[in-house]
C-alpha cells in the first residue's frame, strides 16, 4: 500500500520559515493536500492541489510538490501556527496521510 | 456557513455494533462525495471510508472492510457509518468530511470541510 511520510517533529522561532515535507513514491505525480489540526481541533484544509490556499488561510502559508516530496512551508510563522500537519494524497481511490509533523514554535 | 455534525458514538464492547450519523447543513449535501475519517487518541489521521453523492461508489479502508458500511440519505443531508464487530483498534475520534467533488477518491479531489467528531471507545 501506497505511505506519507513525515517527520514526527519540527520546531522554528517565531519570525522564521518552517518547511514540514513528505514524501512518498513519484509523490509528484499525485495531487498533495495539507491540513492544520490545532490542539483539541478538528482538521483545517490549509492548502490543496499541491499549492493552493482556501479562503481565509493566510498568504505565509504555500506548497509545492514535485518528485518524491511535497513541502508545506510557513513564512514569517506565528505562534497561533503549532499544530500537527497531515499531508494527503489519493491511490488507488482511497485516501492516504502521512503521519504528521508536530510543529512547535518557540 | 458549511456544518458538519456527527453523533452516535459511545462506549460500546468488542464485537458489538455501533452507527455514527453525520448531519449536514450549510450546502446542497447530494452534490459531493463525503468521507468518515478517524484518530486514535494520540495518533495521527487514518481515512476510513468514501461514498459518492449518489452512492454508487463506495471504499473502505482495508483495515474496516467488510465489517463497516457506509451510506447516505440526500432527503436528509445525513451521512452514516454503521460499524460491525467492533475492535479496540477502532476506538477513535470519527470525523465526517465533505469532499470538494462528486465522487471521492479522485486525482485533485481534498476535504474541505471537516465535523467536530464523534468519540467511539470500544471496552
Known amino acids: 500500500s501506497y505511505e506519507l511520510t513525515q517527520a514526527p517533529s519540527l520546531s522554528v522561532s517565531p519570525g522564521q520559515t518552517a518547511s514540514i515535507t513528505c514524501s512518498g513514491d513519484?509523490?509528484?505525480?499525485?495531487?498533495v493536500s495539507w491540513y492544520q489540526q490545532k490542539s483539541g481541533q478538528s482538521p483545517l484544509l490549509v492548502i490543496y492541489?499541491?499549492?493552493k490556499r482556501p479562503s481565509g488561510i493566510p498568504e505565509r502559508f504555500s506548497g509545492s510538490n514535485s518528485g518524491n516530496t511535497a513541502t508545506l512551508t510557513i513564512s514569517g510563522t506565528q505562534p497561533m501556527d503549532e499544530a500537527d500537519y497531515y499531508c494527503?494524497?489519493?491511490?488507488?481511490?482511497?485516501?492516504?496521510f502521512g503521519g504528521g509533523t508536530k510543529l512547535t514554535v518557540l | 456557513e458549511v456544518q458538519l455534525v456527527e453523533s452516535g458514538g459511545g462506549l460500546v464492547q468488542p464485537g458489538r455494533s455501533l452507527r455514527l450519523s453525520c448531519a449536514a447543513s450549510?450546502?446542497?449535501?447530494?452534490?459531493?462525495?463525503m468521507h468518515w475519517v478517524r484518530q486514535a487518541p494520540g495518533k495521527g489521521l487514518e481515512w476510513v471510508s468514501t461514498?459518492?453523492?449518489?452512492?454508487?461508489?463506495?471504499g473502505y479502508a482495508d483495515s474496516v472492510k467488510g465489517r463497516f458500511t457506509i451510506s447516505r440519505d440526500n432527503s436528509k443531508d445525513s451521512l452514516y457509518l454503521q460499524m460491525n464487530s467492533l475492535r479496540a483498534e477502532d476506538m477513535a475520534l470519527y470525523y465526517c468530511?465533505?469532499?470538494?467533488?462528486?465522487?471521492?477518491?479522485?486525482?485533485?479531489?481534498?476535504?474541505?470541510?471537516w465535523g467536530q467528531g464523534t468519540l467511539v471507545t470500544v471496552s
Open positions: 468530511a465533505k469532499d470538494i467533488r462528486a465522487v471521492g477518491g479522485t486525482e485533485g479531489g481534498y476535504l474541505d470541510h
Open positions: 450549510g450546502l446542497t449535501f447530494g452534490d459531493y462525495a
Open positions: 461514498i459518492s453523492w449518489n452512492s454508487a461508489s463506495v
Open positions: 513519484k509523490l509528484g505525480d499525485k495531487y
Open positions: 492541489q499541491d499549492n
Open positions: 494527503q494524497a489519493w491511490d488507488s481511490s482511497t485516501a492516504v
